[in-house]
C-alpha cells in the first residue's frame, strides 16, 4: 500500500515552544491529509482536514492559531504546534488518502509529543 | 455530525474462540465504514473496510457485516490468536474522495494463549 511518512517521530520541548511536526506522502500525491490527536488509550480525534494550496479546516474546540496546518504541496503537510504547554502533551497522527485508488487512508507513524 | 457508538470497550477471548464488535454510526449518509487495528505506540492499519452498497465482506478470519436500516456495522475475527491482540476502532465517513473519519472509541481485545 502507500506509504505516509511522519517525523518526528518523538518530541520534547520545553513549554512555551514551538514544534513543527511533518507528514508526507512518499508515494502517492495527497490532496487532503487529516490530523488527528490521540490520548492514551483513547480514540483518534480528527482535529483539522489539510487541504493543498488552501486553508485547514478545523474541528469545533480546536484552536487554529494553536495548531497551525499548512499544505503547500500535494506531499506535505505540517502541524505547528505554537507556545506548546503540558496539556499539548498527545500523540499526534496524520493520515492522507490516495485518491487514485480506493481512497483507502494511509497513517503516518504518529509523532509522540511532551512538553515539560 | 457524525457520531459513532462501539462496543465494548475492553473484550476477552481465549484464544481459537471468535470475537465481535458493534459498531452504531448516527449519520444516514455514510456510506464507507473502515476498521483499524492499532498496536501500542503503532500507527492504525486497516485490516477491513466495507461501503454502503454491500452487506458483508469477508478477508480470511475477518468479517465485517453493516445493516444500514439499523445503522450498525459489526467487525467479526475467527480462530483468534494472541497475534490479534490490539484496540480496533470503527469508522465512518462520507466518502466523495475526503473520507474524513469519525472514529469509535476502539476496543481493546485481549486474546489468552
Known amino acids: 500500500g502507500a506509504v505516509v511518512s511522519q517525523h518526528p517521530s518523538r518530541v520534547i520541548c520545553k513549554s512555551g515552544t514551538s514544534v513543527k511536526i511533518e507528514c508526507r506522502s512518499l508515494?502517492?500525491?495527497?490532496?487532503?491529509m487529516f490530523w488527528y490527536r490521540q490520548f492514551p488509550k483513547k480514540s483518534l480525534m480528527l482535529m483539522a482536514t489539510?487541504?493543498?494550496?488552501?486553508?485547514?479546516?478545523?474541528e469545533q474546540g480546536v484552536e487554529k492559531d494553536k495548531f497551525l496546518i499548512n499544505h503547500a504541496s500535494l506531499t506535505l503537510s505540517t502541524l505547528t504546534v505554537t507556545s506548546a504547554h503540558p496539556e499539548d502533551s498527545s500523540f499526534y497522527i496524520c493520515?492522507?488518502?490516495?485518491?487514485?485508488?480506493?481512497?483507502?487512508?494511509?497513517f503516518g507513524e504518529g509523532s509522540r509529543l511532551t512538553v515539560l | 455530525g457524525e457520531n459513532v457508538e462501539q462496543h465494548p470497550s475492553t473484550l476477552s477471548v481465549q484464544e481459537g474462540d471468535s470475537a465481535v464488535i458493534k459498531c452504531t454510526y448516527s449519520d444516514s449518509a455514510s456510506n464507507y465504514f473502515p476498521w483499524y487495528k492499532q498496536e501500542l505506540g503503532k500507527r492504525p492499519q486497516l485490516i477491513i473496510d466495507?461501503?454502503?452498497?454491500?452487506g458483508e465482506k469477508k478477508d480470511q478470519r475477518i468479517a465485517v457485516t453493516l445493516n444500514k436500516t439499523a445503522k450498525h456495522f459489526s467487525l467479526h475475527i475467527t480462530e483468534t490468536q494472541p497475534e490479534d491482540s490490539a484496540v480496533y476502532f470503527c469508522a465512518a465517513s462520507k466518502g466523495a474522495g475526503s473520507y474524513q473519519l469519525t472514529f469509535g472509541k476502539g476496543t481493546k481485545l485481549s486474546v489468552i494463549p
Open positions: 508515494d502517492f500525491q495527497a490532496t487532503t
Open positions: 466495507i461501503r454502503s452498497n454491500v
Open positions: 489539510s487541504n493543498e494550496g488552501s486553508k485547514a479546516t478545523y
Open positions: 493520515s492522507a488518502s490516495d485518491s487514485g485508488s480506493t481512497g483507502e487512508l494511509f
